[in-house]
Nanobody
């Protein structure tokens, strides 16, 4: 499985961005997909996760502002980010959890929120 993320950029505080991640390869092995983020001073943290069954998880810091979703083909995952804050500035990484295989990471996409 390979992951390709896109959608990062510069946005003003209060604005919105939508991140996309496309999976290719053995997508049938994927059981869940997630978005993580990392800043230069912090460890990589889980932002949101969605399982094949549609169960979702959100970090407390993004609840009510971010929405994770997948397309019907289960080969894409999106992160709709609204009411962005300076604290959301980070490199965002797409992650695929797989059955019987190691998890896969996409390349990061930088989100910068200006205050």
């Amino acid at each position: 499985v390979q992951l390709q993320a896109s959608g990062g950029g510069l946005v003003q505080a209060g604005g919105s961005l939508r991140l996309s991640c496309t999976a290719s390869g053995n997508i049938d092995s994927i059981s869940a997909m997630a978005w993580y983020r990392q800043t230069p001073t912090n460890e990589r943290e889980l932002v949101a996760r969605v399982t094949n069954q549609g169960y979702t998880y959100y970090a407390d810091s993004v609840k009510g502002r971010f929405t994770i979703s997948r397309n019907n083909a289960k080969d894409m995952v999106f992160l709709q980010m609204t009411r962005l804050q300076a604290e959301d500035t980070a490199v965002y990484y797409c992650n695929a959890e797989r059955i019987h295989y190691v998890n896969v990471w996409g390349q990061g996409t930088l989100v910068t929120v200006s205050s």
